[in-house]
Nanobody, 124 residues
Framework: QVRLVESGGGLVQAGGSLRLSCIASGRAFNTYAMGWFRQAPGKDRVIVAAITQNGGTTYYTDSVKGRFTTSRDNAKNTVYLQMNSLKPEDTAVYYC?????????????????WGQGTQVTVSS
């Protein structure tokens, strides 16, 4: 019912920036809260950022506060993750996910739809 397609990952030097985009299908996009998660090899998938259905409130995990910003453009069915001051420990596969609720959850297993993931690699 919802298809999420991510782009924008790549290889970047420490201190650099990347902007991830997630384009969603379906006219119900504006009813879904959206989350960004990441998973490093051998690690759990963890929340990075999230945003309410109307974009009015955002949430960030402590390790990315002040460096990452999520936003959405419901007219374009797109959510963004701007990543600045990247660190090697940010290296992971990044996923966008949709939660059929106005407010996002911080728990991966509560999201209904997932993107394919995009690799972000930060070199030291």
């Amino acid at each position: 019912q919802v298809r999420l397609v991510e782009s924008g990952g790549g290889l970047v030097q420490a201190g650099g920036s990347l902007r991830l985009s997630c384009i969603a299908s379906g006219r119900a996009f504006n009813t879904y809260a959206m989350g960004w998660f990441r998973q490093a090899p051998g690690k759990d998938r963890v929340i990075v950022a999230a945003i309410t259905q109307n974009g009015g409130t955002t949430y960030y995990t402590d390790s990315v506060k002040g460096r990452f910003t999520t936003s959405r453009d419901n007219a374009k069915n797109t959510v963004y993750l701007q990543m600045n001051s990247l660190k090697p420990e940010d290296t992971a596969v990044y996923y966008c996910a949709a939660d059929d609720q106005p407010l996002p959850s911080g728990w991966a297993d509560q999201y209904d739809y997932w993107g394919q993931g995009t690799q972000v690699t930060v070199s030291s």
